[in-house]
């Protein structure tokens, strides 16, 4: 969900920070995962599967709720009360690309000798797919060869 | 640095949430973004840049040379006692692309009026560089045409 009316004094000028502010957590970026990358959607599903405490389970889904990252709708199964899910909006399903990029980072920089528990595949080739640079004409650039260039709006 | 020979059995098998046990703090996550953005070394340009206190700084970068991902130097200016500088390995280097995707989602879902502080463009070219996936053939593949599969080494 954008944010165009939001106050530009209260937030940081950096967009690292203010990303951070929304998923800067563990918790919250395993939340993430779970719904990002396995369609958890179920309270209880998120609870048993991260071992979280519920209480911590539940304030980290409000923020994300309130960020806008994810929307909270009641469901209701036969003979048992009202209980919610959470799905992610399209803001929240471009996490993905963080997500993969941690991913990433982890299977090259701390291997595991059974090889990677999750690969990421394009749905239609099958092919292997990773996180890289790429240019405006879709032309992938080294990592070295990206330059992060101050802009006339960088805090002075 | 890769750690070949560590021990699976302590280790996460998910790699994000490795990566999250190496970067997963916020005071770590901005401090890599002065040294990989902005080109810091030195601990009181850390300090001074972020605001953060002189044993919490201390602390995240001795987790961060510690992890393989920077390392310690020493250095000497005239007259003045022995400091020290630190600096990016090259998986600390591969953060970039971590610290980029970061970046951009901030900038398309938390734009601020004013525009992006920083911007990313291709050293030789000079052209716009965002993150996205690619296939082995360097192709892009949209966010949503990604598949997370779940390889035999998933935990059950």
Request: net charge positive; proline share 7%.
């Amino acid at each position: 969900m954008k944010r165009p009316d939001h106050d530009d004094r209260t937030e940081p000028a950096c967009s690292i920070a203010r990303t951070l502010e929304v998923v800067g957590d563990k918790w919250t970026l395993l939340i993430l995962r779970e719904a990002a990358l396995a369609n958890v959607t179920r309270f209880a599903d998120f609870k048993d599967r991260l071992g979280v405490a519920p209480d911590i389970l539940s304030a980290r889904l409000g923020t994300l709720v309130d960020a806008g990252v994810m929307t909270k709708q009641p469901y209701r199964e036969p003979g048992s009360r009202t209980r919610f899910s959470y799905h992610l909006t399209p803001a929240g399903e471009e996490l993905r690309l963080i997500l993969a990029a941690l991913q990433q980072w982890g299977d090259e920089n701390r291997p595991r000798a059974v090889g990677p528990s999750v690969v990421r595949r394009s749905a239609d080739l099958g092919r292997p797919v990773r996180v890289a640079f790429v240019d405006d004409t879709d032309t992938t650039v080294p990592t070295d060869a990206v330059k992060f260039i101050r802009t006339a709006s960088y805090p002075s």
